[in-house]
């Protein structure tokens, strides 16, 4: 099975409409940094809202990062997604384990937390990157990042964002976000805001074989969809490199280096978002030393 989304267009192009299976994203995520169940229902909806949001960034370059920080258990989570869909994340407590709700689903909400802020950065080749942000409404996510595009960016917008997980980690996970265009008229509305209310969750559908051409049917109830289908599956995808965390050693200066090498002789540095580990012998240490302005 693989990662999936597609782009439609709906009332003649009145609507958009982008969904995403993303099963196997979120279940790389689970298992690179452990997650509980509770914390990979969290950071999956966040990778899974990162990726739908990636898309629509136009050049290689550009990347855009949603950051959580709250009061809840989990405290931050950090996901980047590139043009390509693809998404790597952080979470600070990715052990979290908090007592199901009463209708036995996962309380993200209180992993979560409801008293913090959501953060946008669009870094997009310009001088200075954009900067969004806005209060939490629920801890939710999709309420939250629903929030922030009727606030920040004036589009009427409709998320769904789901993850389904058992003993053996993550069975379905996807999501789907819906923006009106300007030319769209109340009877588009109406039709759109019925067929919302009453359709199942995302993660449900999925579980139940539907695809994703059928769930965006569902939203719009439109039978004449103009479907594009993004030719390369998004992925789980972290770029770091040796040369990355090299830049990030010289920062810290000259005087850090010197007394990393004169207590430990070597430093190990991992990347927040893989796990992958980063060894430097004395020699390294003593080079990028050299190289501290």
Same mark, same amino acid.
């Given at each position: 099975?693989?990662?999936?989304?597609?782009?439609?267009?709906?009332?003649?192009?009145?609507?958009?409409?982008?969904?995403?299976?993303?099963?196997?994203?979120?279940?790389?995520?689970?298992?690179?940094?452990?997650?509980?169940?509770?914390?990979?229902?969290?950071?999956?909806?966040?990778?899974?809202?990162?990726?739908?949001?990636?898309?629509?960034?136009?050049?290689?370059?550009?990347?855009?990062?949603?950051?959580?920080?709250?009061?809840?258990?989990?405290?931050?989570?950090?996901?980047?997604?590139?043009?390509?869909?693809?998404?790597?994340?952080?979470?600070?407590?990715?052990?979290?384990?908090?007592?199901?709700?009463?209708?036995?689903?996962?309380?993200?909400?209180?992993?979560?937390?409801?008293?913090?802020?959501?953060?946008?950065?669009?870094?997009?080749?310009?001088?200075?990157?954009?900067?969004?942000?806005?209060?939490?409404?629920?801890?939710?996510?999709?309420?939250?990042?629903?929030?922030?595009?009727?606030?920040?960016?004036?589009?009427?917008?409709?998320?769904?964002?789901?993850?389904?997980?058992?003993?053996?980690?993550?069975?379905?996970?996807?999501?789907?976000?819906?923006?009106?265009?300007?030319?769209?008229?109340?009877? /588009?509305?109406?039709? %759109? +805001? !019925?067929?919302?209310?009453? @359709?199942?969750?995302?993660? *449900? #559908? $999925?579980? /139940?074989?539907?695809? %994703? +051409? !059928?769930?965006?049917?569902? @939203?719009?109830?439109?039978? *004449? #969809? $103009?479907?594009?289908?993004?030719?390369?599956?998004?992925?789980?995808?972290?770029?770091?490199?040796?040369?990355?965390?090299?830049?990030?050693?010289?920062?810290?200066?000259?005087?850090?280096?010197?007394?990393?090498?004169?207590?430990?002789?070597?430093?190990?540095?991992?990347?927040?978002?893989?796990?992958?580990?980063?060894?430097?012998?004395?020699?390294?240490?003593?080079?990028?030393?050299?190289?501290?302005?």
């Amino acid at each position: 099975m693989q990662n999936r989304m597609i782009k439609c267009l709906a009332y003649e192009g009145k609507v958009s409409i982008k969904c995403i299976d993303s099963t196997n994203i979120v279940e790389e995520a689970r298992k690179i940094h452990d997650l509980s169940p509770v914390t990979t229902a969290a950071l999956g909806r966040m990778l899974t809202i990162g990726s739908l949001m990636g898309s629509n960034l136009k050049e290689d370059d550009d990347q855009i990062t949603l950051q959580i920080k709250s009061n809840g258990p989990i405290d931050t989570m950090i996901v980047v997604a590139d043009r390509y869909a693809n998404v790597k994340g952080y979470i600070k407590n990715p052990n979290v384990d908090i007592p199901l709700k009463s209708n036995g689903k996962l309380d993200v909400s209180t992993a979560v937390g409801k008293d913090g802020m959501l953060y946008i950065i669009k870094d997009i080749g310009l001088k200075d990157p954009y900067v969004g942000l806005t209060k939490l409404v629920s801890g939710e996510i999709a309420e939250d990042f629903t929030e922030y595009f009727a606030k920040s960016e004036q589009i009427p917008t409709a998320i769904a964002l789901g993850v389904l997980v058992d003993k053996n980690g993550v069975k379905r996970a996807g999501g789907y976000i819906v923006q009106l265009m300007p030319d769209a008229t109340d009877q /588009d509305i109406s039709k %759109l +805001e !019925e067929n919302l209310r009453v @359709i199942p969750p995302i993660s *449900k #559908l $999925l579980e /139940d074989g539907k695809s %994703l +051409e !059928e769930i965006a049917e569902l @939203i719009c109830g439109d039978d *004449k #969809l $103009l479907v594009f289908d993004y030719a390369t599956p998004p992925v789980y995808k972290c770029d770091c490199e040796k040369s990355r965390i090299e830049k990030g050693l010289i920062s810290i200066g000259a005087k850090e280096l010197d007394n990393i090498i004169n207590t430990d002789g070597r430093a190990e540095v991992v990347c927040r978002f893989c796990k992958k580990a980063y060894e430097f012998s004395k020699e390294d240490l003593e080079r990028l030393k050299n190289e501290c302005k």
